[in-house]
């Protein structure tokens, strides 16, 4: 079992910067792949960007590539998105999960445990 609990959301301005964190607790962690969703209001759940269990690989939707960066630090459980240069159509709840295995996983499908989402409004 693991469990995800986000945090970073909030309200920034056009052009500014979030970083948002996922806090894991599990012993599956460390060998899990990890990734960030988004949903925005009215919506579909969209994948933003995954990461394999080392941090040695990564994966990056058009959208966020450029502007987003994940990164992991096993020794916290904690996985991190840091989005920069934010628009206002970045604005949605964004969601962590844990794949159910090691390598970048980019599918909703993919993922075995979510996290409840942490809020980011984008204002223009």
């Known amino acids: 079992q693991v469990q995800l609990v986000e945090s970073g959301g909030g309200l920034v301005q056009a052009g500014g910067s979030l970083r948002l964190s996922c806090a894991a607790s599990?012993?599956?962690?460390?060998?899990?792949?990890m990734a960030w969703f988004r949903q925005a209001p009215e919506k579909e759940r969209e994948f933003v960007a995954a990461?394999?269990?080392?941090?040695?690989?990564?994966y990056y939707a058009d959208s966020a590539k450029g502007r987003f960066t994940i990164s992991r630090d096993n020794a916290k459980n904690t996985v991190y998105l840091q989005m920069n240069s934010l628009k206002p159509e970045d604005t949605a709840v964004y969601y962590c999960?844990?794949?159910?295995?090691?390598?970048?996983?980019?599918?909703?499908?993919?993922?075995?445990?979510w996290g409840k989402g942490t809020l980011v409004t984008v204002s223009s």
């Open positions: 990461i394999s269990w080392n941090g040695g690989n990564f």
């Open positions: 599990g012993r599956t962690f460390s060998s899990s792949s």
């Open positions: 999960a844990a794949g159910r295995a090691s390598g970048v996983i980019t599918s909703s499908a993919g993922m075995a445990y």
